[in-house]
């Protein structure tokens, strides 16, 4: 039975200047379910996430909330949402206790007992001021107010960023306990993708400004696969295998990694090289690395390259 989404994305198209950051996205999130967006840094996360909250405008394509066009939310609409931004903005010279207040006074339905219960988890001082919380202490409040009208959709861009290990636990707990029962949507946009595979039963992967990917963990495990390949004489120094991402042959031993694996594929490749193929599983943080070494590089380069200039 197909899952009706609550968030529908379709040729979005969205421009900086001459920059395309999103093109001819085709995206849909289905009630009810923890989904991960997951993609480097700079891969249009953030972008893609404003224009579904109506944000920012985009230049083509259409993108609905709850039915909707984003752009034109209603109160209603936004009344069931709940976002976490990557970069928090709050009052700093508030204190705790009155941002509070002043948030919940924006809601018909504000659960205090949640709101008691994770300032307690959290250890958050309600009398301290928003300018002295410390950048993981701001993101838990952020987190806080997100979640205290328990709003049918989660939108979180990279909430655990500033997290230790011990609070990202927590916050996982938490977004769990919010998604049990599939009554409420979550959506996660980050690249701690050690997090994603403890909470999510969804993936998609933003490479490119497009959609790469998008379904179930099952699925895209089931679809990136590891192959050691182990033959009696030296390999080519390619095995031309479809969907590689990555190779290395050294003699007659040959890794390769690759997308859209099938098995037939192992058949045709031990028939071809008289070898011996073993096939492995790899985890989510494997299959990211496998399809972003390039963009991984680059990036590491750039970085480099700033840092000999200065």
Same mark, same amino acid.
């Given at each position: 039975m197909r899952i009706e989404p609550v968030w529908t994305v379709r040729g979005l198209h969205k421009r900086f200047g001459?920059?395309?950051?999103?093109?001819?996205?085709?995206?849909?999130?289905?009630?009810?379910?923890?989904?991960?967006?997951v993609g480097c840094n700079g891969s249009g996360k953030t972008t893609l996430l404003k224009c579904g909250l109506g944000l920012l405008r985009i230049d083509a394509g259409e993108t609905r909330?709850?039915?909707?066009?984003?752009?034109?939310?209603?109160? #209603?609409?936004k009344a069931r949402?709940?976002?976490?931004?990557?970069?928090?903005?709050?009052?700093?010279?508030?204190?705790?206790?009155?941002?509070?207040?002043?948030?919940?006074?924006f809601y018909q339905r504000w659960n205090h007992g949640l709101v008691a219960g994770l300032i307690n988890q959290w250890s958050l001082d309600v009398q301290a001021r928003v300018s002295t919380?410390?950048?993981?202490?701001?993101?838990?409040?952020?987190?806080l107010l997100a979640l205290a009208h328990e709003p049918e959709?989660?939108?979180?861009?990279?909430?655990?960023?500033?997290?230790?290990?011990? #609070?990202?636990?927590?916050l996982l707990h938490t977004v769990l306990e919010l998604a049990s029962g599939?009554?409420?949507?979550?959506?996660?946009?980050?690249?701690?993708?050690s997090d994603l595979e403890r909470v999510a039963d969804r993936i998609a992967i933003l490479r490119n400004g497009q959609i790469q990917f998008s379904g179930e963990l099952d699925a895209l495990k089931d679809h990136v696969k590891r192959l050691h390949v182990t033959a009696r004489e030296s390999l080519p120094p390619t095995l031309s295998v479809p969907g590689t991402l990555r190779e290395d042959v050294q003699g007659p031993e040959g890794a390769?990694?690759?997308?859209?694996?099938?098995?037939?594929?192992?058949?045709r490749l031990e028939q071809r090289y008289h070898a011996h193929v073993d096939v492995y599983d790899l985890n989510l943080?494997?299959?990211?690395?496998?399809?972003?070494?390039?963009?991984?590089?680059?990036?590491?380069?750039?970085?480099?390259?700033?840092?000999?200039?200065?």
């Open positions: 001459a920059k395309t950051v999103l093109r001819d996205v085709d995206f849909e999130l289905p009630s009810g379910t923890v989904l991960g967006l909330l709850f039915g909707e066009p984003s752009w034109h939310l209603s109160a #209603a609409a949402l709940g976002y976490v931004p990557q970069a928090m903005s709050l009052y700093p010279w508030m204190r705790v206790r009155q941002v509070i207040t002043y948030t919940a006074a919380l410390s950048p993981g202490q701001t993101q838990q409040l952020a987190i959709v989660l939108m979180l861009d990279e909430p655990a960023a500033s997290l230790d290990p011990a #609070a990202r636990r927590q599939g009554e409420r949507t979550v959506l996660f946009a980050t690249h701690i993708i390769v990694s690759v997308w859209g694996f099938t098995a037939d594929l192992v058949t943080e494997d299959i990211f690395l496998e399809l972003h070494q390039e963009e991984q590089v680059e990036q590491a380069l750039g970085a480099v390259g700033q840092r000999t200039a200065t």
